[in-house]
């Protein structure tokens, strides 16, 4: 009897987890769009300016031993080995101002005190910011989660200067959507992304994957019985029997079963029959654009003394009408790589001050920007895979990290019969 035949369709940390557990059962066939599989999982391999060369992760940097259960264990059965980092820092610059916060990832430390603000002014600067990081511990104990960020802001009636300075920057970081879009996260969600990156216990239990991300996205790919690399799928039919799948030369493929491991909007477009509720569902996230660039030039990087960070977050104004992430992040400090050249991803702003000529590859992440309306869906994602068809994502469970993701492929493949 032929085995039961499988389409996954997206090789991002979802459809990959998805498959490597399907795998074990059946015949999986992975189709992803790009040349490159891994999605976010993309690792660089670069010179290290000493005539060798080093492997850079530039989106899925770290992974939480505690926070990230699923994404540890996946790593573990594939013998992909990991390390600890040092330190996950984030400093703050505005140019407009001359404020430097050299410790921006913990509320409750103290900036250093600018010199045009008087002491007094400043002592109310940094009550604040202590009381918004006690407030948001607060709301989310009282279970707040569905309260958003700016009802919190507008609650404690903090000042422009702490939500522009000091709230704001580490909200944007840690979401990785602009501030407008950030201001709508739902408290919960915004809990989860802190707690997962162990922001709120002060936890150090972050590591980097030895090798890359390329690692396990290799290994998985090794084991399936066919990768086909460049070949977007346009249509998933379901019928009577089968799940048929046609990509982007016309080529159609029936399968028993399928999973659908893109972007929720992308996959409603794949549907060539949506249900009400699929359309629904799907139809309510929407995502942020990160552009940004691989680079060598350091010049990006503050150079006061003691402001060099792992993640360096830069606004021009005091007031940006709508922040974005503007980080340079050092790649090379954040994932142990010891190399006489530096590595840096820069996002959004931050990326057009990377000097042309030291540019080594351009980046393209998108980040779901949540909002009630999008949380809300989320609840509801289980709804909709059946033993047939299911669907996988970072978007399938908390802020939408690559721990959410890899749940979101065991959840996938638990559906079609194939539990870990
Ligand atoms: C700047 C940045 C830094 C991040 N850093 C971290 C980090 O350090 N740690 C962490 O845990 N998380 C991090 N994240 C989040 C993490 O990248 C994501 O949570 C997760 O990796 C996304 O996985 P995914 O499977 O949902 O989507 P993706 O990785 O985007 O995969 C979707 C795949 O589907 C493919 N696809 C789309 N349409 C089709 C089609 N029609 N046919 C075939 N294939 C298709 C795409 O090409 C893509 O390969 C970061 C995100 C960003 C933006």
């Known amino acids: 009897m032929p085995r039961t035949s499988v389409a996954v369709i997206g090789s991002g940390v979802g459809g990959l987890t998805a498959a490597h557990l399907l795998q074990r059962s059946y015949d999986v066939t992975l189709y992803e769009a790009a040349p490159r599989l891994g999605g976010h999982a993309e690792t660089h391999t670069v010179p290290d300016g000493a005539g060798g060369s080093v492997a850079v992760d530039t989106a899925v940097m770290m992974v939480h031993a505690r926070g990230n259960p699923h994404v540890m264990r996946l790593l573990g059965e594939l013998g992909v080995t990991t390390r600890p980092l040092g330190d996950i820092t984030l400093s703050v610059t505005c140019a407009e101002c001359g404020f430097a916060n050299p410790d921006a990832h913990d509320l409750h430390r103290p900036p250093p005190r600018p010199q045009a603000m008087p002491a007094a002014a400043w002592q109310r600067v940094t009550e604040q910011t202590k009381r918004f990081s006690d407030e948001l511990a607060t709301a989310l104990g009282a279970g707040a989660a569905d309260r958003t960020l700016q009802e919190l802001i507008d609650a404690g009636q903090y000042t422009d200067y702490v939500v522009g300075h000091l709230i704001m920057p580490l909200m944007v970081t840690m979401g990785l959507v602009p501030a407008d879009s950030v201001r709508r996260f739902p408290l919960g969600h915004l809990f989860e992304t802190l707690d997962h990156n162990g922001v709120l216990a002060g936890d150090s239990g972050w590591r980097s994957i030895v090798g890359g991300t390329a690692r ?25 029997r089968a799940v048929d799948v046609r990509d982007a030369t016309g080529t159609v493929r029936s399968f028993d079963k399928a999973v659908i491991a893109t972007h929720p ?19 309510s996230f929407h995502y942020a654009a990160n552009p940004g660039v691989l680079h060598t030039d350091a010049s990006v990087l503050p150079s006061a003394p003691g402001m060099r960070r792992t ?60 909002t009630p309306e999008s949380a809300a ?30 749940l979101s492929g065991v959840r996938a493949a638990a559906a079609l019969g194939a539990p870990w």
């Open 377 to 406: 869906a989320q609840r509801l994602l289980p709804l909709l895979s059946d033993h047939r068809l299911a669907f996988a994502g970072a978007y399938h469970h908390a802020g939408g990290y690559h721990e959410d993701g890899c």
């Open 216 to 240: 396990y996205v290799e290994r998985i790919a090794a084991r399936l019985t066919a990768v086909l690399r460049s070949t977007p799928v346009r249509s998933v039919r379901r019928t009577a």
């Open 265 to 283: 909007r992308q996959a409603l477009e794949l549907l060539a029959d949506p249900s009400d509720g699929e359309a629904r569902i799907l139809g």
């Open 311 to 370: 993640h360096n977050y830069r606004q021009q104004s005091c007031h940006p009408a709508n922040a974005t992430p503007a980080l340079s992040i050092d790649l090379n400090r954040l994932q142990g790589i010891t190399a006489a050249a530096d590595h840096i991803a820069s996002f959004n702003d931050e990326a057009r001050r990377a000097a042309p000529a030291a540019v080594i590859a351009t980046l393209g992440y998108e980040h779901p920007a949540w």
